[in-house]
C-alpha cells in the first residue's frame, strides 16, 4: 500500500534546527502544490509521518538495547533476513528503507478512507501532489478517518474504513532514512511479514501516476510470487501458512465472483433507470448471496472468522478497494512467466507496460491473465 504523501525522516540525534527546516519546507511545498484548499489535511499529514519517522531508531540499536525484548528482537532479525532475500533473490532496491524501527502504540500506521456510488464500484479519486490521483484518502488518527467517512455517506456514497499496517513513501523518504518496520505489522505470521515487505518494496520499482489499480496490482503479485519464494527458500519450513494461503485464495475467488456479479448488475443500470427499487433489490440479493456462500466456505475452514469484520461490513466501496489490490494479479503474474520467472526483465516489461496509455495496458493485462488462467 502506498500513502499519498511522500515524507521524510532522520535518525540522527542532532542538528534539531535542519530537522525543522526540513520539516517547514516540506510543509510549505505541500501546501504550495495543494493551492493550500486543504491546509488541514496536508498538516496532519506531514505532522503524522514526521511523528513516525521521529520514532523511529536504526536495527542494531534495538538489538543491541537490553530492554528490547527478546521476541522483538527475533521478529527484528528476521525481518532483516527478509530485507536482504528481496534486495539479492528478488531485486528489489536496496535503499535505507526497513532498517530502522518504529513503536507507534498503536494499531494501524493509518487509517483509508475509500468512497463508491450506491450503484458502482469505481472508487471516488483524491489527487495529490507527487502521488496523483489515487483512489483512497489516509489519516494518521481514526477520528479523522471516521469524520471524512461521515461526510462522504452524507453526500450519498457507500464509505470503507479500514486500518493499514504499512504505506509506503515511494522512495522520497530514502535520503533521510527510508521507511521504517512498524510494531503494526512485525508480529504478522512469517509468511504475512514477508509478502508486505515484498509488496511495500515493490512500490518504489514502478509507480504510475493516477493508477491505484496497477501500481496496487503489480505490487500484490511481486507480494505473492516473492512471498512464495520466501516460503519454499525458508529451513525448516514454516509451519501453517499452506493452509492461511488457500483460505485467502478461496476468499479471493469468492469476492472475485461477487464483484463481478456486481458488476453485471450495475452495467444493467441505464436499462433499470426509471426502477431503482428494482436495482436495489437485485444489489441486495447479491450482497445476500456472497455472505450466504461465505457461511458456507467458512464451515470447511473449520469456523475460522479472519474475514468476518471485512464480510460484515461489505460494500461497493470495500468490494472496490479490494479489485484495485487484486484485478490485474493474474495479468503480472503470467507476464512474470512469460519472462521466465527473471524478476529483472519481469521489472523492465512492467515499466515499459507503464508508459502505454492506462486503458491499453489494462486491457493487456487482462487478456494476458485469462489467457494464462483460463
Not at 501546501?31 to 520514532?55: E, F, I
Not at 519464494?229 to 461477487?258: I, K, M, S, Y
Not at 470447511?300 to 469484520?309: A, L, R
Request: with cysteine; hydrophobic share 40%.
Amino acid at each position: 500500500m502506498l500513502f499519498p504523501y511522500f515524507g521524510a525522516s532522520w535518525h540522527g540525534r542532532d542538528d534539531r534546527l535542519l530537522r525543522h527546516l526540513v520539516r517547514s519546507l516540506l510543509l510549505a511545498l505541500l501546501l504550495l502544490l495543494s493551492g493550500c484548499a486543504d491546509t488541514r489535511y496536508y498538516w496532519q499529514s506531514v505532522r503524522g509521518h514526521w511523528q513516525l519517522m521521529q520514532a523511529a531508531r536504526p536495527l542494531q540499536e534495538w538489538l543491541t538495547d537490553d530492554a528490547t525484548p527478546v521476541k522483538l528482537k527475533q521478529r527484528l532479525a528476521l525481518a532483516q533476513d527478509m530485507r536482504h532475500f528481496a534486495v539479492t533473490e528478488l531485486q528489489l532496491p536496496d535503499n535505507p528503507s526497513y532498517q530502522t524501527y518504529a513503536d507507534l502504540q498503536r494499531r494501524s500506521a493509518v487509517w483509508n478512507v475509500v468512497a463508491a456510488p450506491e450503484f458502482s464500484l469505481t472508487l471516488k479519486t483524491w489527487c495529490f501532489p507527487v502521488a496523483g490521483c489515487v483512489g483512497y484518502r489516509g489519516y494518521f488518527a481514526e477520528t479523522d478517518a471516521q469524520a471524512m467517512a461521515n461526510a462522504l455517506r452524507e453526500q450519498g456514497f457507500e464509505v470503507s474504513v479500514y486500518g493499514v499496517p504499512a504505506y509506503s513513501t515511494l522512495g522520497w523518504s530514502n535520503w533521510v532514512g527510508g521507511d521504517p518496520l512498524l510494531n503494526t505489522f512485525i508480529h504478522n505470521t512469517e509468511g504475512d511479514l514477508a509478502r508486505l515487505l515484498f509488496h511495500e518494496m515493490a512500490h518504489q520499482v514502478v509507480y504510475v501516476s493516477d493508477d491505484t489499480t496497477f501500481n496496487e496490482s503489480f505490487a500484490t503479485a511481486v507480494e505473492r510470487l516473492g512471498g512464495k519464494r520466501w516460503l519454499e527458500w525458508r529451513t525448516p519450513a514454516v509451519p501453517d501458512d499452506a493452509q492461511q494461503n488457500r483460505q485467502r485464495q478461496q476468499f479471493r475467488a469468492l469476492t472475485r465472483a461477487t464483484r463481478q456479479k456486481l458488476q453485471q448488475i450495475y452495467s444493467q443500470n441505464e436499462a433499470l433507470v426509471h426502477s431503482q427499487h428494482a436495482q436495489k433489490a437485485i444489489k441486495t440479493e447479491a450482497m445476500m448471496q456472497f455472505k450466504a456462500n461465505y457461511a458456507e466456505l467458512k464451515k470447511s475452514w473449520g469456523g475460522y472468522s479472519g474475514f468476518d469484520t471485512w464480510v460484515a461490513q461489505a460494500n461497493n466501496a470495500s468490494f472496490g478497494a479490494l479489485a484495485a489490490y487484486d484485478e490485474l494479479v493474474p495479468g503480472f503474474e503470467a507476464l512474470f512467466a512469460q519472462h521466465e520467472h527473471n524478476w529483472l526483465r519481469f521489472y523492465a516489461a512492467v515499466k515499459q507496460l507503464a508508459n502505454r496509455p492506462q486503458a491499453q495496458r489494462t486491457q493487456f493485462l487482462i487478456d494476458l491473465g485469462k489467457m494464462q488462467h483460463g
